[in-house]
C-alpha cells in the first residue's frame, strides 16, 4: 500500500473545492493507494460529505494544542475529529517558520491528536542551509526526538512520517532517490534507537517537496518510502489523478 496525502495549503475557494472533491471523489479508483485529502478547516464537513462514499480519507493541516476553551481562532482536535477528519499533518515546516511552533508545541499536538483518535502525519527536514552545513541527521533526529517525547511504542501505529526537505518544497528541486533512499534509512534508525527496531521497521515514512508528474518517476521505486505528500501538484485535480494512477 502506498500513502499520499494532498496538501491543498491555503487554496480553494468554497466551490472550486467543492467540484475538486467531487470530481476526485468520482474518478480516483486504485487500491493500491490510501489517499487523503489534508483541506482547510472550513472545507473538512463539506469533504466528509462528499467523500464518504468514496474510499478517499478527510485531513486537517493542523490542530491546537489545546483540548478545549480559551484559544479564539483556533480548532481542536475534537472538533477536526467530529467533523469528519481522520487524519492531520503536524509540523508542516511552512507552520515551523511562520508561526514559530517547535518541538514543544509540536509534541503536545501529536498528543491531543492522538487523544482525539487523529492519525498524524508528522513532516519534518532540513533548511537549504543546515543542509550544506552538512546537519541534516541532527535535525531530523532532533525533530523527532522532540515530537515523540513520552509516546508509547504502540501509538506510533498512528503516525507518519513525512520527509520534506524545505529547499525541496514547492522549488521544483528534489533530492536524489540515493539521498532520500539514505534519510528514510536514517529515520527508521532514530525510531529503532528510542523504541524498538520492530518500531523502525513498521513506520510508515512518506517523501515531500517537488513530487509532480515529473519527478514521481524518479522517486517512486526508492526502497522504504511508502508513499508521498504532494502541494502543488495536487491542486489540479487532473494531474494528481495521473499521479496517483502510476504509483
Ligand atoms: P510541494 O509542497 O509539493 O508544492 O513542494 C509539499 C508540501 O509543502 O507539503
Wanted: proline content about 1%.
Amino acid at each position: 500500500m502506498k500513502y499520499v496525502v494532498a496538501n491543498i495549503k491555503m487554496n480553494k475557494s468554497y466551490d472550486e473545492m467543492k467540484s475538486y472533491l467531487m470530481g476526485m471523489a468520482t474518478r480516483f479508483s486504485n487500491d493500491k493507494v490510501d489517499l487523503t485529502i489534508a483541506m482547510p478547516y472550513t472545507y473538512i464537513s463539506l469533504g466528509k460529505f462528499l467523500l464518504e462514499e468514496s474510499a478517499i480519507r478527510v485531513g486537517g493541516q493542523n490542530l491546537s494544542e489545546d483540548e478545549e476553551g480559551k484559544s479564539t481562532g483556533e480548532i481542536s482536535g475534537r472538533m477536526l475529529r467530529s467533523s469528519g477528519a481522520e487524519n492531520v499533518i503536524i509540523g508542516h515546516s511552512e507552520r515551523r517558520k511562520r508561526f514559530k511552533e517547535d518541538g514543544k508545541s509540536i509534541n503536545l499536538k501529536i498528543k491531543s491528536a492522538l487523544k482525539n483518535r487523529l492519525n498524524i502525519i508528522l513532516c519534518i527536514g532540513e533548511s537549504a542551509s543546515e543542509n550544506k552545513l552538512g546537519k541534516r541527521s541532527e535535525v531530523i533526529r532532533e525533530q523527532i526526538e522532540s515530537a515523540f517525547k513520552g509516546l508509547y511504542e504502540n501509538e506510533l501505529d498512528n503516525i507518519l512520517i513525512a520527509y520534506e526537505p524545505i529547499w525541496a518544497i514547492g522549488t521544483g528541486v528534489t533530492p536524489s532517490a540515493k539521498e532520500i533512499g539514505a534519510v528514510v534509512k536514517e529515520i527508521r534508525k532514530i525510531i529503532s534507537d528510542d523504541f524498538s527496531t520492530t518500531a523502525g521497521e513498521k513506520m510508515r515514512v512518506l517523501y515531500g517537496g517537488s513530487v509532480n508528474g515529473k519527478s514521481i518517476g524518479q522517486i517512486k521505486n526508492v526502497k522504504g518510502v511508502d508513499g508521498f505528500l504532494v502541494g502543488g501538484a495536487c491542486l489540479d485535480g487532473g494531474e494528481f489523478l495521473q499521479i496517483l494512477n502510476n504509483l
